[in-house]
């Protein structure tokens, strides 16, 4: 058979199942339809933990079992080291307050002083120190001989702040300062070493910084006070030059009142500002006076007005008769006329006598203020020489006193440094000295064998957890549902031994017969009918049970009374031998017209027939897709209660889709831990793209001890031949049916 003789793995599928078919299936409309992916990442739980931590166990101990033995190699291979400690107590440094207004001590900030005290401990310069007091540089056991002295020294500082530690005791001043070593004696010594080196560090530190500092002061002082010394007899001499005469009052010496004419103009200005205030308000009196006056003229001249209302009323009144030319109404306009006259000299006399008196007031008001204006304007020109020649004097006095303000500054500064300078009370005491250890500290076993226990573990498990997950087979019934998305019909234990599947399936209480059994019982409620009236019982890959499972099935379902008819259609590999020479069978069936009954044979199962694969054809995709194969199963079925097709696997080959089409129902056989998920996934869409109805899926070879379920991907091409292993090899004794 050429390789074109093979269908290509995405073909269409030729001959989809009918709906007549998919309405007596228990599946939703558009199962045939829909096609899954595989999940985009792993759940992780407690379940699947446990069962990975299950099926890998031997890796997980044999990798601990490593992490153990080397640790106890090693444990005996290093060199015994010895530890030894000393205890120092750290007190912060008292700052005495030098101030007029408070006295007394106050402590620095413990917390960032103890800090710095550690660092200084494991600084460079005190392990430097540590090696020149000790003569670490020439001692061979502690430095190989052969350098030259700056190179040993180097290498013995090295050595120093690599095995010395700094332990500080929590909410305590203490410290715990230690060093290791392959002699306990040495380790003894270099504690104490190390903290008689530090105690004397921090005693010349403090008398350097003081010495240091009154030095600089001192040059300082000397400095600025020749500098206060020359601007004082600059700002006197300039003084008697310009014959300038300070009243005082502006210490900086910059204002215009320290002269006489500028303390006048200031007196004068007061003065003028006064002055102003009171012209204002007379002015303001007086302009006020005319609605002030009103209430008076009013009150004067209302009898007046009383009867010139009564004059103009009775006018009015005779208007209505009268003609204005009439004389009583020239009498009568004469009267008011008079009136008004006499109301007009009322009201001018009683405003006029007050309004004079304002008057004159204003005026003397303004007088004044010009007198003011005139002798502050004759000032004003004198303070403005007096300035210009002040500006210069201004400027030396303020150079004499940032001198004098400096000096006081730095002699009371060097006062305080005389008097804090001293070295005084020790910080730093030593509380316990170091003692030679009894003991050596390391290599601890117990705590070597603990850490090699947990990376072992822990790689192990790392391990085992990568495996598990680089190797995403189909490995559970949880797997077929969450994975595949198809109903788990039922899982069959992996075979022990090496007996036929025949004789397991003749002990019907073997656990390979009762996991069948109960398949046979799952499928039968598949449908709404009962098991569907044609199986097709197909696989992912080859050597994954499928025709194991097609013979338990079709002998479980004989024993039930049924009249089984199992249909070897894989015409590439057959798995049912007959032991007669296959001259009849599916091959000649699909190319004749024959009836069913002149190709099956009867075996040695009561109520099995089989119809076997006949010659191997050179096509068998061709034969496959031919109509004739429809009528060959409604034939089948027309005569047995049951017709279970044991097909080709899906992936490779165009066969198990051509049969599904024309299936009622197809049974997935998966094997445990070898399916690949993808190649699953694949297979069920190619069947389900096919119009085939997957009515389920069987887990087969499951180890129920690696996977906790008490009952845990590799996808091997298919190879063309005849029947291989004996494994596959499925013997029936078989004759021609009467």
């Known amino acids: 058979m050429s390789k074109n003789d093979i269908e290509p793995a995405g073909a269409q599928p030729i ?33 699947t933990l446990w069962r990975i931590l299950s099926e890998w166990r031997w890796l997980i101990l044999g990798a601990t079992a490593v992490g153990l033995a080397t640790a106890v190699v090693l444990t005996f291979l290093m060199t015994p080291m010895y530890s030894a400690s000393a205890t120092l107590e750290i007190n912060p440094p008292t700052v005495e307050i030098l101030d007029e207004r408070k006295t007394g001590t106050r402590a620095s900030n413990d917390r960032d002083y103890l800090t710095t005290q550690y660092g200084l401990l494991s600084s460079r310069n005190l392990a430097e120190r540590v090696v020149q007091n000790m003569n670490l540089a020439g001692n061979p056991d502690f430095v190989p001989a052969g350098a030259d002295r700056s190179t040993r020294t180097k290498i013995a500082t090295g050595t120093l702040q690599a095995h010395f530690r700094v332990e500080p005791i929590p909410q305590s001043r203490l410290v715990r ?37 009154r030095q600089f002061l001192e040059r300082q002082i000397a400095k600025v006070k020749a500098e206060l010394e020359t601007s004082e007899r600059k700002l ?19 204002g215009d009142t320290n002269s006489l004419e500028g303390a006048t103009l200031v007196t004068l200005n007061q003065a003028l500002a006064d002055a102003q205030s009171k012209r204002i308000a007379a002015e303001q009196r007086y302009r006020q006076a005319a609605s002030l006056n009103a209430g008076d003229v009013v009150s004067s001249t ?33 009267r008011i006329q008079a009136l008004d006259e006499q109301i007009a000299r009322e009201g001018g006399t009683v405003g006029g006598g007050k309004t004079s008196t304002l008057l004159a007031e204003y005026r003397a008001a303004v007088a004044a203020e010009r007198s003011l204006q005139g002798r502050v304007n004759q000032l004003r020109s004198a303070v403005l020489t007096d300035r210009g020649d002040r500006i210069q004097y201004n400027i030396l006095q303020r150079e004499a006193d940032t001198n004098r303000s ?29 003692q030679p250890p009894g003991g050596p500290s390391s290599p601890n076993l117990m705590l070597n064998l603990a850490i090699g226990l947990a990376l072992g573990a822990i790689a192990g498990i790392a ?10 087979t189909i490995k559970t019934p949880d797997d077929i549902r969450e994975k595949l998305r198809l109903p788990s019909l039922g899982v069959v234990p992996k075979k022990k031994g090496n007996d036929p ?14 996991a069948y059994s109960s398949l046979r019982t799952s499928l039968q409620f598949t449908t709404d009918t009962g098991a569907p009236k044609t199986l097709l019982i197909t696989s992912t890959r080859a050597a994954e049970g499928k025709s ?109 889709p051509l049969l599904a089409a024309n299936c009622r129902g197809t049974l997935l056989v998966i094997e445990s831990g070898k399916t690949r998920t993808k190649a699953a996934i694949d297979a069920v869409n190619r069947l389900k793209a096919s119009g085939g109805s997957i009515v389920g899926a069987v887990l087969t070879k499951f180890r129920h001890q690696a996977h906790g379920y008490g009952y845990g991907y590799g996808y091997e091409p298919y190879r063309y031949g005849g029947v291989g292993s004996r494994e596959r090899e499925i013997k029936l004794i078989a004759q021609r049916a009467e």
């Open 15 to 47: 001959w989809p199942l009918g709906p007549q078919v998919a309405g007596n299936l228990a599946l939703p409309d558009n199962w045939g339809q829909q096609s899954y992916k595989a999940p985009s990442a792993t759940d992780i739980n407690i379940a």
């Open 177 to 213: 300062i230690g060093y290791t070593s392959p002699s306990p004696a040495l380790a003894a010594q270099i504690t104490n070493s190390y903290a008689e080196n530090f105690i004397n560090s921090s005693l010349e530190r403090r008398y350097e910084a003081s010495s240091y500092a």
């Open 236 to 254: 006197v001499a300039y003084a008697q030059a310009q014959q300038l005469i300070s009243t005082g009052g502006d210490k900086d010496g910059g």
């Open 302 to 334: 209302a009898p007046l007005r009383g009867a010139r209302a009564g004059l103009q009323a009775e006018y009015q009144e005779k208007l209505q008769s009268f003609k204005p030319d009439y004389p009583d109404m020239v009498r009568l306009r004469a």
């Open 406 to 434: 400096l000096y006081d500054a730095l002699l009371q500064r060097y006062k305080e440094i005389g008097v804090a300078g001293g070295i005084g009370t020790n910080t730093v005491s030593i509380v316990d000295r170091a």
């Open 463 to 472: 391990a085992a957890l990568a495996l598990e997950f680089l190797n995403d």
């Open 501 to 514: 599947l025949s004789e397991e399936l003749k002990d019907q209480t073997s656990p390979v017969s009762e």
């Open 548 to 656: 194991s499972t097609t013979l338990a099935l079709a002998q479980g379902f004989a024993r039930l009374g049924k009249s089984v008819l199992l249909i070897d259609s894989d015409l590439r590999k057959p798995a049912f031998v007959t032991g007669v020479e296959p001259n009849e069978g599916l091959s000649k069936l699909l190319t004749n017209t024959e009836t069913l009954n002149q190709h099956v044979m009867k075996t040695q199962f009561e109520g099995l027939t089989l119809l076997p694969c006949g010659p191997l054809p050179p096509n068998p995709a061709e034969l496959l897709s031919s109509p004739r194969l429809k009528t060959i199963l409604a034939e089948a079925s027309a005569n047995y209660d049951m017709v279970i097709v044991d097909g080709p696997p899906v992936m490779g080959l165009a066969d198990a």
